[in-house]
Nanobody, 118 residues
Framework: VQLQASGGGLVQAGGSLRLSCSASGRSLSSYGMGWFRQAPGKEREFVAS????????YYGDSVKGRFTISRDNAKNTVYLQMNSLESEDTAVYYCAGRRSDYGRWEYWGQGTLVTVSS
């Protein structure tokens, strides 16, 4: 499956942004989905994940309470709503998919840049 992340941009600290991840050629409802991010000079970090049904979600400690992952299988899209953004959230955000709800991430999108200005 080919994943396409979008929605990144420049936002002021305290602001909000919503990222989207869509797929071409396959239904995302068959995939567990997640978001990761990588800041300059840092390792890739887990942000959030959601099971195929959308019934369970998981978050990295640094974004709990501020970010929300969701999915609309009818629109074949997964979202990451980011609120109360901080300068530390500046990174390239990647969506990822896997053919199960847990385990290894198999598919990666190209990334979208989020820049939070303080």
């Amino acid at each position: 499956v080919q994943l396409q992340a979008s929605g990144g941009g420049l936002v002021q600290a305290g602001g909000s942004l919503r990222l989207s991840c869509s797929a071409s050629g396959r239904s995302l409802s068959s995939y567990g989905m997640g978001w990761f991010r990588q800041a300059p000079g840092k390792e890739r970090e887990f942000v959030a994940s959601i099971t195929r049904s959308g019934g369970s979600t998981y978050y990295g400690d640094s974004v709990k309470g501020r970010f929300t992952i969701s999915r609309d299988n009818a629109k074949n899209t997964v979202y990451l709503q980011m609120n109360s953004l901080e300068s530390e959230d500046t990174a390239v955000y990647y969506c990822a998919g896997r053919r199960s709800d847990y385990g290894r991430w198999e598919y990666w999108g190209q990334g979208t840049l989020v820049t939070v200005s303080s």
